[in-house]
């Protein structure tokens, strides 16, 4: 996972290992972001990041040239590998290789194959003033929890101050449907864990996204049971690539 840096690449590409003419021609290639490793018979990143063209740009057409400097007999029997790119604006793509060619991934969620993740981490990579919450929470609660929590979200000084928030009251349960709600969900959770009376009567699943663009990275779902929060995010690339 790309870290918070504003652009960046990460990866690297196998090779066969290759006879010592084409392995110095390899070793010569003077890219801004990519160069050859011997040591690991790999296209990789540059230690040093540099501070001209854009990963977006310039990633593609290196590693094009570096494959290009292998003989095809080289090219065919390549591990292969990926590099995941971000530019200036976030843009977040993946170009994965191997022996049929180079692929170019853009990100899309697919629940169906989504990975656990920490809940601490997840709530660190996500601005809670751009968040944005959907799904439904309940909980056992007294009268007032709902004008509380209600206060709370109205009062969470968001960027993007809008969704809705609804509630529902039965006896002494209180269901709580969120849709497109902006507001922090570390902020959320432990506003509704200091409401939930008992605390494990809370259950949920929660659907956190950023109004931020190109911030597919930082979505996750957050599933509450008998009061203990788990998180998963969604896989972004194709599975088996």
Request: hydrophobic letters at 45%.
């Amino acid at each position: 996972m790309i870290g918070p840096r504003e652009f960046e690449c990460v990866g690297e590409v196998k090779l066969a290992r290759p006879d010592p003419a084409t392995e110095a021609t390899l070793s010569a290639f003077a890219g801004e972001w990519l160069e050859y490793a011997p040591e690991a018979s790999a296209i990789v990143v540059r230690h040093v990041q540099p501070g001209g063209a854009p990963a977006l740009s310039a990633v593609p057409a290196e590693l094009v040239a570096l494959l290009d400097l292998l003989p095809r007999a080289d090219r065919e029997r390549l591990p292969g590998g990926a590099l995941l790119l971000r530019d200036r604006q976030g843009l977040l793509l993946r170009l994965t290789v191997d022996r049929d060619g180079i692929r170019v991934h853009w990100p899309r969620e697919d629940w169906s194959h989504e990975q656990p993740a920490e809940v601490a981490a997840v709530f660190r990579a996500v601005d809670p003033f751009s968040a944005r919450v959907t799904g439904e929470l309940r909980f056992a609660a007294p009268a007032g929890a709902e004008t509380r929590l209600a206060d709370f979200v109205e009062s969470f000084e968001g960027l993007y101050p809008e969704g809705d928030l609804r509630f529902e009251r039965r006896g002494g349960t209180v269901r709580v449907e969120l849709t497109g709600v902006n507001v922090g969900p570390e902020q959320l959770l432990d506003t509704v864990l200091d409401l939930a009376h008992p605390v494990d009567s809370l259950e949920g699943d929660l659907r956190v996204e950023s109004f931020a663009p190109h911030a597919v990275e930082q979505d996750f779902r957050l599933v509450l049971e008998r009061g203990i929060a788990r998180a998963a995010r969604p896989a972004l690339w194709p599975v088996g690539t």
